[in-house]
């Protein structure tokens, strides 16, 4: 498989800079760890 964009890590960066490329044409992938994406501010807040 070939990507033009590979974003490590599905925080709420990741995930904005993500759907910025794919949004601009670029075939991204995002690689995130665990299942929830851009959950951490989420988590902060507790």
């Given at each position: 498989?070939?990507?033009?964009?590979?974003?490590?890590g599905g925080?709420?960066?990741?995930?904005?800079?993500?759907?910025?490329?794919?949004?601009?044409?670029?075939?991204?992938?995002?690689?995130?760890?665990?299942?929830?994406?851009?959950?951490?501010?989420?988590?902060?807040?507790?």
């Amino acid at each position: 498989m070939d990507y033009d964009v590979a974003i490590i890590g599905g925080g709420i960066h990741g995930v904005g800079v993500a759907q910025a490329a794919a949004v601009r044409g670029y075939k991204t992938i995002l690689i995130e760890q665990y299942d929830d994406l851009a959950q951490g501010d989420v988590f902060a807040l507790k």
